[in-house]
T-cell receptor, first 116, second 116 residues
Framework: DTEVTQTPKHLVMGMTNKKSLKCEQH?????MYWYKQKAKKPPELMFV???????INESVPSRFSPECPNSSLLNLHLHALQPEDSALYLC???????????????FGPGTRLTVL | DQQVKQNSPSLSVQEGRISILNCDYT??????FLWYKKYPAEGPTFLIS?????DKNEDGRFTVFLNKSAKHLSLHIVPSQPGDSAVYFC???????????????FGKGTKLSVIP
C-alpha cells in the first residue's frame, strides 16, 4: 500500500480566511513533505518533516504554517493568503534514510486551492 | 540554473510503439533518479526509479536507463498505450547532501500523447 490521502480535494478561500489542509499516510514513513505546484510547472518543495520535526523550510512565507501532530499526519495551516497562492498543494511521504540511498517519495492526490 | 532538464515539452507516439522520454542532469552529486507520471489536477504517481549503482531498471512495460558519464537518463515505455498519455516528470536527489538529500529536483516535464 503506497497511499497518501489529502483533504479537502478542493478549497476556495478568501484572503482573510483561515483554513487547513490535511495529509495522512499509514505506510510507516517518517518523512513527510509539502509541495506547491502551479499549472505546467514541476512541484516546488515547501517543507520537509523528518521524525515529526521540521527539517527543511524552503523560505516559505509565514502565512503558510506546517504542523506534524504525529508520524501519520501532516497539516498545512493557511492564513491571509494571496490570490497568487492559488495552486495544487501536494503532500508526499517517504522512508527515512537508513542506507546511503534516497527513498522514493509517494505523493497524495493534492488539494486544489483557489484564493479569491 | 536548471539541474534537471527535460528538453522535449511534448511527445506524440502511436499506440503499440515505443515511447522514449529523455532527461539530462548537471549535478554530479545526484545518485537517485525517479520518474513520475501525472494526470491534470492529480498528484504525481511514482513509476520507476534507478540508483547510480545501476545502469538499467525494468518494471513491466517501463524501463529506465542511466548513463552516468553523459549525465543522461531515459524512460522507455513499450508498448505504449492510450492510458499512458500524461505528463512525465524526471526527478533526482543526492543522498549524501545531509538535509538536502530529502529534496527532489524535478525537470519541467514532458507531455506524452499516445495516439490510438
Amino acid at each position: 500500500d503506497t497511499e497518501v490521502t489529502q483533504t479537502p480535494k478542493h478549497l476556495v478561500m478568501g484572503m482573510t480566511n483561515k483554513k487547513s489542509l490535511k495529509c495522512e499516510q499509514h505506510m510507516g514513513h517518517r518523512a513527510m513533505y509539502w509541495y506547491k505546484q502551479k499549472a505546467k510547472k514541476p512541484p516546488e518543495l515547501m517543507f520537509v518533516y523528518s521524525y515529526e520535526k521540521l527539517s527543511i523550510n524552503e523560505s516559505v512565507p509565514s502565512r503558510f504554517s506546517p504542523e506534524c501532530p504525529n508520524s501519520s499526519l501532516l497539516n498545512l495551516h493557511l492564513h491571509a493568503l494571496q490570490p497568487e497562492d492559488s495552486a495544487l498543494y501536494l503532500c508526499a511521504s517517504s522512508q527515512t534514510r537508513s542506507t546511503r540511498l534516497t527513498d522514493t517519495q509517494y505523493f497524495g492526490p493534492g488539494t486544489r486551492l483557489t484564493v479569491l | 540554473d536548471q539541474q534537471v532538464k527535460q528538453n522535449s515539452p511534448s511527445l506524440s507516439v502511436q499506440e503499440g510503439r515505443i515511447s522514449i522520454l529523455n532527461c539530462d542532469y548537471t549535478n554530479s552529486m545526484f545518485d537517485y533518479f525517479l520518474w513520475y507520471k501525472k494526470y491534470p489536477a492529480e498528484g504525481p504517481t511514482f513509476l520507476i526509479s534507478i540508483s547510480s549503482i545501476k545502469d538499467k531498471n525494468e518494471d513491466g512495460r517501463f524501463t529506465v536507463f542511466l548513463n552516468k558519464s553523459a549525465k543522461h537518463l531515459s524512460l522507455h515505455i513499450v508498448p505504449s498505450q492510450p492510458g499512458d498519455s500524461a505528463v512525465y516528470f524526471c526527478a533526482a536527489s543526492a543522498s549524501n547532501s545531509g538535509a538536502g538529500s530529502y529534496q527532489l529536483t524535478f525537470g519541467k516535464g514532458t507531455k506524452l500523447s499516445v495516439i490510438p
